[in-house]
């Protein structure tokens, strides 16, 4: 039984494959040049959920252009199709592909379908029941992003408790559990986001040299310019002592460089110096693979930061 937008884009595809002979079918997200796939039924092609292809290499992204058509039983006849790179690297002789969209209209990402051979010139009397099946997984996801975004918020509420007494922000515990309530949402959705890895320079030197206060003077300082600066839908906590995190919701690389620089120049007018690091989310990776990533670069830059102190002081 179709539930939500999951099971619906797995009984459509089954469905689909079922009726007609194309091989692959799949549910996929865009988001910049990834092309993301969410859900998938094959045998021939061996493509998984999580694989990210180049989204400009696709006969997809030339099909939602209007550059070519949305059922091709002999791909290879339609140049714009033949030329893709996508083309070059698989063997394709039929394709069948049509947009999925969010409320607003813009590009979510596609219901389609390719197979090795060249299949019936029938298959474009199905265009209308494809097309049929891609606006149901719309509607499906314009009420469940409504919902996902009703339910965040009520997470964000129930984590209320896990707060960190200093700062506000959300302790170890919060952080955890919302966590990895996110990275249910970006598994179903193929949502992007980015994790930022914050641990301050010289916490121990204050508390040493100026007393307790002062580094907590420091820690209240370092949570309120966090919280200035990251967006209403991300969230930020205090792991540890001296390290914090942020989860940016619904970010792209480009987007998380331009808050790392928010953030870093919003450090400096406070007068916290901090070693930072950013990675975004891989779909074949999840949430915690990037908060690695993240820690690993952040550890980088402090050790950077150590070695040019040393040197100096030599």
Same mark, same amino acid.
């Given at each position: 039984?179709?539930?939500?937008?999951?099971?619906?884009?797995?009984?459509?595809?089954?469905? !689909?494959?079922?009726?007609?002979?194309?091989?692959?079918?799949?549910?996929?997200? +865009?988001?910049?040049?990834?092309?993301?796939?969410?859900?998938?039924?094959?045998?021939?092609?061996?493509?998984?959920?999580?694989?990210?292809?180049?989204?400009?290499?696709?006969?997809?992204?030339?099909?939602?252009?209007?550059?070519?058509? /949305?059922?091709?039983?002999?791909?290879?006849?339609?140049?714009?199709?033949?030329?893709?790179?996508?083309?070059?690297?698989?063997?394709?002789?039929?394709?069948?592909?049509?947009?999925? +969209?969010?409320?607003?209209?813009?590009?979510?990402? +596609?219901?389609?379908?390719?197979?090795?051979?060249?299949?019936?010139?029938?298959?474009?009397?199905?265009?209308?029941?494809?097309?049929?099946?891609?606006?149901? !997984?719309?509607?499906?996801?314009?009420?469940?992003?409504?919902?996902?975004?009703?339910?965040?918020?009520?997470?964000?509420?129930?984590?209320?408790?896990?707060?960190?007494?200093?700062?506000?922000?959300?302790?170890?515990?919060?952080?955890?559990?919302?966590?990895?309530?996110?990275?249910?949402?970006?598994?179903?959705?193929?949502?992007?986001?980015?994790?930022?890895?914050?641990?301050?320079?010289?916490?121990?030197?204050?508390?040493?040299?100026?007393?307790?206060?002062?580094?907590?003077?420091?820690?209240?300082?370092?949570?309120?310019?966090?919280?200035?600066?990251?967006?209403?839908?991300?969230?930020?906590?205090?792991?540890g002592g001296d390290e914090f995190s942020i989860l940016c919701v619904e970010c792209s690389h480009d987007d998380a460089e331009v808050l790392v620089d928010r953030l870093r120049r919003s450090f400096?007018?406070?007068?916290?110096?901090?070693?930072?690091?950013?990675?975004? /989310?891989?779909?074949?990776?999840?949430? !915690?693979?990037?908060?690695?990533?993240?820690?690993?670069?952040?550890?980088?830059?402090?050790?950077?930061?150590?070695?040019? !102190?040393?040197?100096?002081?030599?």
């Amino acid at each position: 039984m179709v539930h939500d937008f999951a099971s619906a884009t797995n009984a459509i595809i089954h469905f !689909l494959r079922n009726r007609f002979a194309l091989d692959l079918w799949m549910i996929t997200r +865009t988001e910049g040049n990834d092309w993301i796939v969410l859900a998938v039924e094959e045998s021939y092609y061996d493509v998984k959920a999580g694989t990210v292809f180049n989204w400009s290499d696709s006969f997809c992204s030339r099909m939602v252009e209007g550059m070519g058509p /949305r059922i091709a039983p002999r791909s290879d006849l339609i140049d714009i199709y033949r030329t893709a790179p996508i083309a070059s690297a698989v063997k394709i002789g039929a394709y069948v592909g049509v947009p999925i +969209t969010r409320e607003d209209g813009s590009l979510f990402g +596609t219901l389609c379908a390719i197979d090795p051979h060249p299949q019936s010139e029938d298959i474009r009397e199905e265009q209308e029941l494809i097309e049929m099946m891609a606006d149901m !997984l719309s509607s499906i996801l314009h009420k469940e992003l409504a919902v996902a975004d009703a339910t965040r918020r009520a997470e964000r509420a129930e984590a209320e408790a896990a707060r960190d007494v200093l700062t506000s922000l959300y302790n170890r515990r919060g952080w955890d559990e919302l966590l990895k309530r996110e990275e249910d949402r970006c598994r179903r959705y193929g949502n992007p986001t980015c994790v930022i890895s914050i641990d301050l320079d010289g916490l121990k030197i204050v508390n040493d040299s100026q007393g307790h206060a002062a580094g907590d003077q420091l820690i209240v300082r370092t949570g309120k310019t966090i919280n200035d600066v990251i967006r209403l839908n991300d969230i930020a906590a205090r792991i540890g002592g001296d390290e914090f995190s942020i989860l940016c919701v619904e970010c792209s690389h480009d987007d998380a460089e331009v808050l790392v620089d928010r953030l870093r120049r919003s450090f400096e007018n406070a007068g916290v110096s901090a070693s930072i690091g950013f990675a975004n /989310r891989h779909p074949e990776k999840g949430l !915690l693979a990037a908060c690695e990533e993240a820690d690993a670069r952040m550890y980088a830059e402090k050790r950077l930061k150590q070695r040019a !102190l040393t040197s100096d002081s030599h």
